[in-house]
């Protein structure tokens, strides 16, 4: 296998990541619009998708750990709002900013990026119901699938800046991080 010298998406930088990403998931304005006629709908389910959330981390020891001493009644809202700004209906640089954020905030408390992840199993559950309750089932389905699918890659972005950044950091030039980071260097 050849290793690629340069490739177009390692030029796309900071808040251009979002904008692609956004582009990428290619969502039009009905389907924005569908989720946000759902919003009404998402509100009082957050609650229990909260609480399952929170359920599935706590009957695990690994990530269990990430909450002691934590305000769990603030964590409850902080994501419930979450999943909430998935039916917000605008998906712009702004939104994607912020859920950016929220990834880079995970990364500071040195959680492996396999948890977030794994978790949209519960995330996918929830909105998966709220989508069936649409007057359009298949078409909000659809519709939450991307911008679901646009939090998993915004996650994983927040990971992936870190590591080349600091990688970038040591060795003095994000090409040869880059080059590191594919392991074949
Ligand atoms: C779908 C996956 C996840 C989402 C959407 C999510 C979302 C959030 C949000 C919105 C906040 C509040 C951020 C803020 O202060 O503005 C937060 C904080 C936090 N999350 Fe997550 N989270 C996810 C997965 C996880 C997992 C798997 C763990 C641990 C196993 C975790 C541990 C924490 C902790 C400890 C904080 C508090 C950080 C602090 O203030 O020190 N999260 N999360």
């Given at each position: 296998?050849s290793?690629?010298?340069?490739?177009?998406?390692?030029e796309?930088?900071?808040a251009?990541?979002?904008?692609e990403?956004?582009?990428?998931?290619?969502l039009?304005?009905?389907?924005?619009?569908?989720?946000?006629?759902?919003?009404?709908?998402?509100?009082?389910?957050?609650?229990?998708?909260?609480?399952?959330?929170?359920?599935?981390?706590?009957?695990?020891?690994?990530?269990?750990?990430?909450?002691?001493?934590k305000?769990?009644?603030?964590?409850?809202?902080?994501?419930?709002?979450?999943f909430?700004?998935?039916?917000?209906?605008?998906?712009?640089?702004e939104?994607?900013h912020?859920?950016?954020?929220?990834?880079?905030?995970?990364?500071?408390?040195?959680?492996?990026?396999?948890?977030?992840?794994?978790?949209m199993?519960?995330?996918?559950?929830?909105?998966d119901?709220?989508?069936?309750?649409?007057?359009?089932?298949?078409?909000?389905?659809?519709?939450?699938?991307?911008?679901?699918?646009?939090?998993?890659?915004?996650?994983?972005?927040?990971?992936?800046?870190?590591?080349?950044?600091?990688?970038?950091?040591?060795?003095?030039?994000?090409?040869?991080?880059?080059?590191?980071?594919?392991?074949?260097?």
């Amino acid at each position: 296998m050849s290793t690629p010298h340069r490739r177009s998406s390692w030029e796309v930088k900071d808040a251009a990541i979002l904008a692609e990403l956004i582009t990428l998931m290619n969502l039009s304005p009905d389907e924005a619009a569908l989720l946000k006629s759902l919003g009404p709908t998402a509100e009082p389910l957050a609650p229990q998708m909260t609480t399952a959330f929170y359920e599935r981390l706590f009957a695990h020891d690994n990530t269990k750990e990430y909450f002691e001493g934590k305000a769990m009644e603030r964590l409850h809202g902080m994501i419930a709002r979450w999943f909430i700004g998935l039916f917000s209906g605008t998906y712009d640089e702004e939104y994607a900013h912020q859920r950016l954020y929220i990834g880079h905030i995970h990364v500071k408390i040195g959680l492996p990026v396999r948890y977030p992840l794994a978790m949209m199993d519960v995330v996918m559950q929830y909105g998966d119901q709220i989508a069936a309750q649409s007057s359009q089932p298949q078409a909000a389905l659809k519709a939450f699938r991307k911008v679901l699918s646009l939090d998993v890659a915004i996650f994983n972005q927040a990971y992936e800046d870190n590591q080349l950044k600091h990688l970038a950091d040591i060795v003095g030039c994000e090409a040869l991080a880059r080059r590191l980071l594919l392991g074949t260097s």
